[in-house]
């Protein structure tokens, strides 16, 4: 497992591919819909991992999805997103709005820095991990 604890210049990061983006995506929410069952604490337990799961320490600063799918999100300058909470929640929260995650896909696949809006917003980016 690779920690990044250096800025890394933007050149030596590559782009992580829009399918395991995706696929990163669904691990994520089929974990965030299995938390909701859990009874009393599920709901906020799932909106928490949701929010937060890019900067999360006990991750490397990865999501569960991201981890499978062997990507990270990182700020614009390379550097990691562990306990970075204020990018980590910006990047995240739009997808609550309803219909936000459909255009956050359009905005991904027809960007040419592979951005969603959250990443443009938030000054982030996915990148694949080595």
Known sequence: MEILDQPITTTQLDNASDGNRILAYLIDALIVGALSFVPYVGWIAAVAYFLTR???????????????????????????????????????????????????????????????LGDQWAKTRVVSVR
């Open 54 to 116: 890019d900067g999360l320490p006990f991750l490397d600063g990865q999501s569960i999805g991201k981890k499978a799918m062997n990507i990270r999100a990182v700020t614009e300058t390379g550097e990691n997103l562990t306990n970075n909470w204020g990018p980590v929640i910006i990047r995240n929260v739009v997808l609550f709005i309803p219909l936000f995650p459909l255009i956050e896909l359009i905005v991904m696949l027809t960007n040419d820095k592979k951005q969603r």
